[in-house]
């Protein structure tokens, strides 16, 4: 699951673009576009775009961008059916494919692109036009724009940007920890982090291996053992860390122990 500090991303992508000229767009594993800058497509590309034979095909191109990425993990430099330039490249996390990052509408040559529009039918005029105020990137230039990509995504790592499901469910877990004395309902959780319920139970699963209540709870009783260590009181400490119940903590403790309390601070006090 991809997730993203969204604020710092962008500020990459803003860079990327400044130094470059070319979109750029972040996409999670099901090749659905999360991030971008520009937000939008270009003139001439959501002028061509507008042909719905157009737009099939470019999304054609996309898929097959995507999947040569997904085989080969490695970045993939081609010409879209229009003649312009795109790349794509892995997002690796922990030698995990997590999502892409593509660059496209770069413009070898605007003569390929016109003669294109004429296979397509297209309005050449209205073409050229939008054509007139592009620059044209050599080779060179489009594979120094695909080696920064690769520092992005480098950096995209490196800095966090990223962030993996793990790192996530360690947030969550801070945040648990910081409030063990209340309630702590999934909502409430998951208003905090600005995601889902749904997204909130399955970080925490494919982390942990265990539900958010299950989670809490041991947490919970993480905690009571630092303060049962302490020296303060069973009836003091199953309170101050969330149980509502002395039974329920009764239960929990054995639970996520593998002994009662009795044996846990004879243990303790046995080798202390």
């Not at 494919?97 to 660059?103: Q, S």
Request: aromatic residues 12%; neutral net charge; contains cysteine.
């Amino acid at each position: 699951m991809l997730n993203f500090d969204r604020k710092k991303l962008l500020e990459v992508l803003k860079a990327f673009y400044a130094a470059t000229g070319a979109r750029v767009a972040i996409y999670n594993l099901d090749h659905c576009e999360i991030a971008s800058y520009p937000p939008v497509f270009g003139s001439l590309c959501d002028f061509l775009r507008q042909e719905p034979v157009i737009d099939a095909m470019c999304q054609r191109c996309d898929e097959a961008g995507f999947a040569q990425c997904q085989k080969t993990k490695t970045q993939y430099l081609y010409y879209c059916h229009m003649g312009l330039c795109e790349a794509v490249a892995p997002i690796m996390l922990n030698n995990r494919l997590e999502g892409y990052i593509m660059m496209g509408q770069v413009l070898p040559s605007k003569e390929e692109v016109l003669r294109h529009a004429g296979q397509y039918l297209l309005d050449t005029a209205a073409v050229q036009a939008l054509l007139e105020p592009m620059d044209t990137m050599t080779l060179e230039s489009l594979e120094g724009i695909g080696f920064l990509m690769n520092i992005c995504v480098e950096y995209l790592g490196m800095r966090n940007v990223i962030i993996t499901a793990t790192s996530r469910a360690e947030k969550f877990d801070e945040y648990i920890r910081n409030h063990l004395a209340e309630p702590l309902s999934p909502q409430e959780i998951a208003n905090h982090f600005f995601v889902s319920r749904t997204t909130l139970h399955t970080i925490i699963k494919e982390a942990y291996g265990m539900s958010l209540t299950q989670r809490i709870n041991f947490l919970r009783i993480e905690q009571a053992k630092v303060l049962l260590l302490e020296g303060k009181s069973v009836e003091a400490v199953w309170s101050e860390v969330g149980f509502h119940d002395r039974n329920y903590f009764y239960k929990n403790f054995k639970r996520y122990s593998q002994m009662t309390v009795k044996v846990f601070l004879f243990q303790h006090q046995r080798n202390g």
